[in-house]
């Protein structure tokens, strides 16, 4: 049974900085796309960042750009999210995704999510 738990969220004043980490188990880790994703009060989930499996391509949103930057350890089975810079409108619960796909099936995986809050 796939498990993605993450960690490290809290409350940071603006300019701060905090790192988020996401410890799997349970499935084939360095099979998968690792992706961090945010959904803020009364708004929808967004993507932030993603990594490939073999950590050499990553992604960002543009709002997020400069400030956060994705990463992976394929023998710790973990991805983290470095945040720096922070803004109130960061403020969000981020969850962690493995995500696959191929022609012949899909899988996708999600953590309970960590709250950032990012307030003076």
């Known amino acids: 049974q796939a498990q993605l738990v993450e960690s490290g969220g809290g409350l940071v004043q603006p300019g701060g900085s905090l790192r988020l980490s996401c410890v799997t188990s349970g499935f084939t880790f360095l099979g998968f796309n690792m992706r961090w994703y945010r959904q803020a009060p009364g708004k929808e989930r967004e993507f932030v960042a993603s990594?490939?499996?073999?950590?050499?391509?990553?992604h960002y949103i543009d709002s997020v750009k400069g400030r956060f930057t994705i990463s992976r350890d394929n023998v710790k089975n973990a991805a983290y999210l470095q945040m720096d810079s922070l803004k109130p409108e960061d403020t969000a619960v981020y969850y962690c995704?493995?995500?696959?796909?191929?022609?012949?099936?899909?899988?996708?995986?999600w953590g309970q999510g960590t709250q950032v809050t990012v307030s003076s």
């Open positions: 995704n493995a995500h696959r796909s191929s022609s012949t099936d899909e899988y996708d995986y």
């Open positions: 990594i490939t499996s073999a950590g050499g391509s990553r």
